[in-house]
């Protein structure tokens, strides 16, 4: 059975850095474009970074870009994101995607294998 499992988040002062990562088991999803998302307290989830299956292509939220980095290492199955100068604005849980195809894509809507999540917490 296919799974998506996150880790590394934790509680961190603003401005540090952390990296996430998604490990996939069951299946091999080095042929699908992977994507990371978050949902703060209250609010919708939404779209964080998303990178092609060669990791050629990738796009990111107009808020982390410059500050976040989505990599990924096909011969590990393994998904990284990559958060510089943290802001408590970025405090949400954290969830890895797989899309079905290849391409990058910023809706949720495309994507069909979810972790359950890591949670962030930036304090000020």
């Known amino acids: 059975q296919a799974q998506l499992v996150e880790s590394g988040g934790g509680l961190v002062q603003a401005g540090v850095s952390l990296r996430l990562s998604c490990a996939a088991s069951?299946?091999?999803?080095?042929?699908?474009?992977m994507g990371w998302f978050r949902q703060a307290p209250g609010k919708e989830r939404e779209f964080v970074a998303s990178i092609s299956w060669s990791g050629a292509g990738t796009s990111y939220a107009d808020s982390v870009k410059g500050r976040f980095t989505i990599s990924r290492d096909n011969s590990e199955n393994t998904v990284y994101l990559q958060m510089d100068s943290l802001k408590p604005e970025d405090t949400a849980v954290y969830y890895c995607?797989?899309?079905?195809?290849?391409?990058?894509?910023?809706?949720?809507?495309?994507?069909?294998?979810w972790g359950q999540g890591t949670q962030v917490t930036v304090s000020s």
């Open positions: 069951g299946r091999t999803f080095s042929n699908n474009a």
């Open positions: 995607a797989s899309r079905s195809f290849g391409g990058i894509s910023r809706s949720s809507n495309d994507y069909f294998y």
